[in-house]
């Protein structure tokens, strides 16, 4: 069993950051985290959850147009930890933001089925 713990979500002002965090661990397996790719996706009220930012073992990463260049995503290998700086935040970011770990390597990818494990989320709310 592996366990992703988010942190770091609020309520900010428009043109504010913030700054999310998601540590993985586990239970029964020696994590082999530097090796697997993470995501952040996020869901807005009655929208439909979608992948914001991904990056993998190579550190290469990946991001939603509606994000670029104002998300960056980064890890943290001997941490477990993967972050997501948010800058610029505009209202229509206000969302519940998840992060995932992918079960592969080398994934550069927002489909949520190649994630096997979800973390429980943390509330982003950006105001006008």
């Known amino acids: 069993q592996v366990q992703l713990a988010e942190s770091g979500g609020g309520s900010v002002q428009s043109g504010g950051s913030l700054r999310l965090s998601c540590t993985a661990s586990?239970?029964?397996?020696?994590?082999?985290?530097?090796?697997?790719?993470m995501a952040w996706f996020r869901q807005a009220a009655g929208e439909e959850r979608e992948g914001i930012a991904v990056?993998?073992?190579?550190?290469?990463?990946k991001y939603a147009e509606s994000v670029e260049g104002r998300f960056i995503i980064s890890r943290d290998n001997s941490k477990n930890t993967v972050f997501l700086e948010m800058n610029s935040l505009i209202p229509e970011d206000t969302a519940m933001y998840y992060c995932?770990?992918?079960?592969?390597?080398?994934?550069?990818?927002?489909?949520?089925?190649?994630?096997?494990?979800w973390g429980q989320g943390t509330q982003v709310t950006v105001s006008s």
């Open positions: 995932a770990l992918a079960n592969a390597y080398g994934l550069l990818e927002f489909d949520s089925g190649w994630y096997t494990y």
């Open positions: 586990s239970t029964l397996y020696t994590l082999v985290y530097d090796k697997l790719s």
């Open positions: 990056i993998n073992s190579d550190n290469r990463t």
